[in-house]
């Protein structure tokens, strides 16, 4: 059973603050990683893909991947209320996603 | 970017009862997929709908539950047959990036979702 752990939170942080999202998966074959944002009421959108070892950037985002810990992380740099949403971890290891269950973050003004 | 749609948005259905949900893509794609999203719960794969061959379904999920039709290229329904409160869910349908061309192959791109409230 491939399983993708996320802490459900809520996570709060101030605005301007550092949001961290983290996640841990299951199947060591895994291949490519992805953070998704949904949105009360919406649907997930992608935000961030990853597929090596190590940090990569994407404005405010950055997403850490540690294979060998079996470990992604999602940072949210200078945190805005418009970010608060659920973030969900998805891990591919066929051509499909295997989600999380979602972090939800509240940033506070 | 391309235009994924879903009808209907919302539906209250009694118990007994089938709903069949549309999604609509602006844009002739392989592979279409269905997906669950529980109250609380991660999205769950229902199934792979390829056009011309039959749908792949994930474990847990059967055909005579979830019958998928897929016509065309750009075309899927999903059927939820004698529901039941337990089938009360978001369901999304779901395209590749690459496949819309401009996304990587195995991201995925949803559409608005159906909300399904079954009494």
């Known amino acids: 059973q491939k399983e993708v752990e996320q802490n459900s939170g809520p996570l709060s942080v101030p605005e301007g603050a550092i949001a961290s999202l983290n996640c841990t998966y299951s199947d060591r074959g895994s291949q490519s990683f992805f953070w998704y944002r949904q949105y009360s009421g919406k649907s997930p959108e992608l935000i961030m893909s990853i597929y090596s070892n190590g940090d990569k950037e994407d404005g405010r985002f950055t997403a850490q991947l540690n294979k060998a810990s079996q470990y992604v992380s999602l940072l949210i740099r200078d945190s805005q209320p418009s970010d608060s949403a659920t973030y969900l971890c998805a891990v591919n290891t066929r051509y499909i996603p295997t989600f999380g269950r979602g972090t939800s973050l509240i940033v506070h003004p | ?119």
């Open chain 2, 1 to 119: 970017s391309a235009v994924i749609s879903q009808k209907p948005s919302r539906d209250i259905c009694q118990r007994g009862t089938s709903l069949t949900i549309q999604c609509q893509v602006d844009s002739q794609v392989t592979m279409m997929f269905w997906y669950r999203q529980q109250p609380g719960q991660s999205l769950t794969l229902i199934a792979t709908a390829n056009q011309g061959s039959e749908a792949t379904y994930e474990s847990g999920f059967v055909i005579d539950k979830f019958p998928i039709s897929r016509p065309n290229l750009t075309f899927s329904t999903l059927t939820v047959s004698n529901m039941s409160p337990e089938d009360s869910s978001i369901y999304l349908c779901s395209v590749e990036g690459g496949s819309l061309g401009y996304g990587a192959t195995d991201t995925q791109y949803f559409g608005p979702g159906t909300r399904l409230t079954v009494l």
